[in-house]
Nanobody, 116 residues
Framework: VQLVESGGGLVQPGGSLRLSCVAS??????????MSWYRQVPGKERELVAR????????DYADSVKDRFTISRDNAQATVYLQMNSLKPDDTAVYYC????????WGQGTQVTVSS
């Protein structure tokens, strides 16, 4: 399974970004994978930001991003998105896409920097 993230960059506080993660070389139909976004800053553990189960009906968010971030998926495009609004400097991190079905798979990450 290959996961390729995109959409990161530099944004001012209060701004928005939309991250995308495209899956390929998947063994099972994309709709069978639980998908998540994690983030990591240097010196800290990788933390779960948001996840959506394979049906799209089960969605969870970290408390720190609730009401600001939205995770969604397009199974036909084998893509998961993370819409990030009202960004704060504390959201600065490398964001990783994760796919889970029996085994877990990681993308290479995309840098998000929130700074004025």
């Amino acid at each position: 399974v290959q996961l390729v993230e995109s959409g990161g960059g530099l944004v001012q506080p209060g701004g928005s970004l939309r991250l995308s993660c495209v899956a390929s070389a998947i063994t099972w139909p994309f709709s069978m994978y639980d998908m998540s976004w994690y983030r990591q800053v240097p010196g800290k553990e990788r933390e779960l930001v948001a996840r959506v189960n394979n049906t799209g009906g089960g969605i969870d968010y970290a408390d720190s991003v609730k009401d600001r971030f939205t995770i969604s998926r397009d199974n036909a495009q084998a893509t998961v998105y993370l819409q990030m609004n009202s960004l704060k400097p504390d959201d600065t991190a490398v964001y990783y896409c994760h796919a889970q079905r029996i085994l877990g798979y990681w993308g290479q990450g995309t840098q998000v920097t929130v700074s004025s």
